[in-house]
Antibody, heavy 122, light 113 residues
Framework: QVQLQESGPGLVKPSGTLSLTCALF?????????WTWVRQPPGKGLEWIGE???????NYNPSLKSRVTISVDKSRNQFSLRLRSVTAADTAVYYC???????????????WGQGILVTVSS | DIVMTQSPDSLAVSLGERATIRCRSS????????????LSWYQQRPGQPPKLLIY???TRESGVPDRFSGSGSGTDFTLTISGLQAEDVAVYFC?????????FGQGTVVEIK
């Protein structure tokens, strides 16, 4: 059974860097999957942040692209999110998810972590 | 970027009745190479992460009750819950995967009337 678990600081200072890790249990980080981050500000909708393939290929939301890095660490069976220069607008629940690629870039998010609330405040 | 717009923002339905949610994309999400609509629906119950319900616009994920159905093609899609149950109270999101960014709709809140 695939499980994903986010970890990292729940509080980040403005202008700092948000760093989260998602550990994968129940299977190896593998090809055919885009390892994805999605966030949800309190009481609001879902925002797709970006995704990374195990080969190092990445895709990012243009609205965040200048500040975000997603990377995969196959040796630790985890993937990570770094978001630089954060402001209060980055306060959200951050979810990691597995985006299984069924070919022809047909990707759907079939497993999700429980989410972690990150607050940006001094 | 493809913009996903859902309607309504919220709806209240009596138990056992039908709930219908619409999702419109700003451009077609029909992939010509395989004739599949790259449109998924997710359910998010209170305090929980989203859960994949439907992909390819109309194919139910394994284990999803058959009261959930999806339809549509191109730019216009519908999620129908036939016979609303108490456990269906949730926010429902559509998402496209026709390229990146793989944007979500703003969500539709379904409540019991």
């Amino acid at each position: 059974q695939v499980q994903l678990q986010e970890s990292g600081p729940g509080l980040v200072k403005p202008s700092g860097t948000l760093s989260l890790t998602c550990a994968l249990f129940g299977g190896p980080i593998s090809s055919s999957c885009w390892w994805t981050w999605v966030r949800q500000p309190p009481g609001k909708g879902l925002e797709w942040i970006g995704e990374a393939y195990d080969s190092g290929r990445t895709n990012y939301n243009p609205s965040l692209k200048s500040r975000v890095t997603i990377s995969v660490d196959k040796s630790r069976n985890q993937f990570s999110l770094r978001l630089r220069s954060v402001t209060a607008a980055d306060t959200a629940v951050y979810y990691c998810a597995r985006g299984r690629d069924w070919g022809y870039d047909d990707v759907r998010l079939d497993y999700w972590g429980q989410g972690i609330l990150v607050t940006v405040s001094s | 970027d493809i913009v996903m717009t859902q309607s309504p923002d919220s709806l209240a339905v009596s138990l056992g009745e039908r709930a219908t949610i619409r999702c419109r994309s700003s451009q077609s999400v029909l992939y010509s190479s395989n004739n599949k609509n790259y449109l998924s629906w997710y359910q998010q119950r209170p305090g929980q992460p989203p859960k994949l319900l439907i992909y390819w616009a109309s194919t139910r994920e394994s284990g999803v009750p058959d009261r959930f159905s999806g339809s549509g093609s191109g730019t216009d899609f519908t999620l129908t819950i036939s016979g609303l149950q108490a456990e269906d109270v949730a926010v429902y999101f559509c998402q496209h995967s026709y390229g990146t960014p793989r944007t979500f709709g703003q969500g539709t809140v379904v409540e019991i009337k």
